[in-house]
C-alpha cells in the first residue's frame, strides 16, 4: 500500500529556512512523480514543486522559484522541500503526493494527476 508521511514543518520567522521531508513507502521513487502542494486557510491547493520520476524533470510555482529547492534521497525512499527566504505568505499546510504511474520526463502541477496524499504538515511564517 503507497503511503507518504510529511514532516519538517514548523513555525519560523520571515527570511528563515526549513527542510520538509516526504516517506514515501509502498512504491520506489524511481517510478513515481512527486509533487509537494500547499494549502492556505481559504484558499485552494496549490502545485509548489514537482519532480519527475527518472529526477530529470523538475518544476516550481512562480512564487517559489530560487527559494524552494525539491529533492530526493532514493536509498531513503524520501523527497525533501527546501524552503529559503521564507515569507508570510508561504505560510499553509504542505502536502507531498505521489502518481506512481508517473512519466520519466513529465511532472504536473495540478493536484488531480496524483491519487496518493500525505497528511499535510504545518508550516508557519510569522515574526
Known amino acids: 500500500q503507497l503511503q507518504l508521511v510529511e514532516s519538517g514543518g514548523g513555525l519560523v520567522q520571515p527570511g528563515e529556512s526549513l527542510r520538509l521531508s516526504c516517506v514515501v513507502s509502498?512504491?520506489?521513487?524511481?517510478?513515481?512523480?512527486i509533487g509537494w502542494f500547499r494549502q492556505a486557510p481559504g484558499k485552494e491547493r496549490e502545485g509548489v514543486s514537482c519532480?519527475?520520476?527518472?529526477?530529470?524533470?523538475?518544476n516550481y510555482a512562480d512564487s517559489v522559484r530560487g527559494r524552494f529547492t525539491i529533492s530526493r534521497d532514493n536509498a531513503k525512499n524520501t523527497v525533501y522541500l527546501t524552503m529559503n527566504s521564507l515569507k508570510p505568505e508561504d505560510t499553509a499546510v504542505y502536502y507531498c503526493?505521489?502518481?506512481?504511474?508517473?512519466?520519466?520526463?513529465?511532472?504536473?502541477?495540478?493536484?488531480?494527476?496524483?491519487?496518493?496524499w500525505g497528511q499535510g504538515t504545518q508550516v508557519t511564517v510569522s515574526s
Open positions: 509502498g512504491v520506489t521513487l524511481d517510478s513515481s512523480a
Open positions: 519532480i519527475s520520476s527518472s529526477g530529470g524533470t523538475i
Open positions: 503526493a505521489a502518481d506512481p504511474n508517473g512519466s520519466a520526463y513529465v511532472c504536473y502541477d495540478g493536484p488531480k494527476a496524483y491519487a496518493n
